[in-house]
């Protein structure tokens, strides 16, 4: 079992649609979790990270983690064509590095 | 707004020849990371610096591989002898002290070993 494992896409939705992005872990130690989003060969950029479970809220994000399912998910409210890009969750446990899942590639559709 | 910077942005190489790759993380940043992503496939964990020293390494990070932080800003990856599967996007990524906080990220060197 790949210790990190996202749906590699691609998820195409229509503008103004609400997106949901989910991965799953197997690691229990994990309790940091950040959302990225990458555009072609382009640096990760941080849009949410939580810690532990429960929901946190920024803008058109929300961010859910449910640590006794190792489930975290991303939605996107309202999504925008610039919204299309490829969505990487990233976890780590107490002073450890970050491990990826490979990306869910978004394209919302004017 | 502050933000981790890497040079160069490109950069091609000849298999067996010496790469370094550049990174000043954000400046009160204590953590600092090198990943890597080859096209197409998931960013991977290459090593993690703190305090003047290597605090964890993946596989991958093998004897061809090196770190430094020559100075109080810069922070480097050196391969010593390039392969051809080296090729893949670098990433440079740091944070701040204490392990509760993100992980910003450079916007990458992409290393061609031809």
């Known amino acids: 079992q790949k210790e990190v494992e996202q749906d590699p896409g691609p998820l195409s939705v229509p503008e103004g649609a609400i997106v949901s992005l989910n991965c799953t872990y197997s690691?229990?130690?994990?309790?940091?979790f950040m959302w990225y989003r990458q555009y072609s060969r382009k640096g990760p950029e941080l849009l949410m990270y939580?810690?532990?479970?429960g929901n946190k809220e920024d803008g058109r994000f929300t961010a859910q983690v449910d640590k006794s399912s190792k489930y975290i998910s991303l939605f996107i409210r309202d999504s925008q064509p610039s919204d299309s890009a490829t969505y990487l969750c990233?976890?780590?446990?107490?002073?450890?590095?970050?491990?990826f899942g490979p990306g869910t590639r978004l394209s919302v559709l004017p | 707004e502050p933000e981790v910077t890497q040079t160069p942005s490109h950069q091609v190489t000849q298999m067996g020849q010496e790469v370094i790759l550049r990174c000043v993380p954000i400046s009160n940043h204590l953590y600092f990371y090198w990943y890597r992503q080859i096209l197409g496939q998931k960013v991977e964990f290459l090593v993690s610096f703190y305090n003047n020293e290597i605090s964890e390494k993946s596989e991958i990070f093998d004897d061809q591989f090196s770190v430094e932080r020559p100075d109080g800003s810069n922070f480097t990856l050196k391969i010593r002898s390039t392969k051809l599967e080296d090729s893949a996007m670098y990433f440079c990524?740091?944070?701040?002290?204490?392990?509760?906080?993100?992980?910003?990220f450079g916007q990458g060197t992409r290393l061609t070993v031809v």
């Open positions: 939580t810690y532990s479970s």
């Open positions: 690691n229990s130690a994990f309790q940091y």
């Open positions: 990524a740091s944070r701040e002290q204490g392990a509760r906080t993100e992980a910003f």
């Open positions: 990233a976890m780590s446990s107490y002073g450890q590095n970050f491990v």
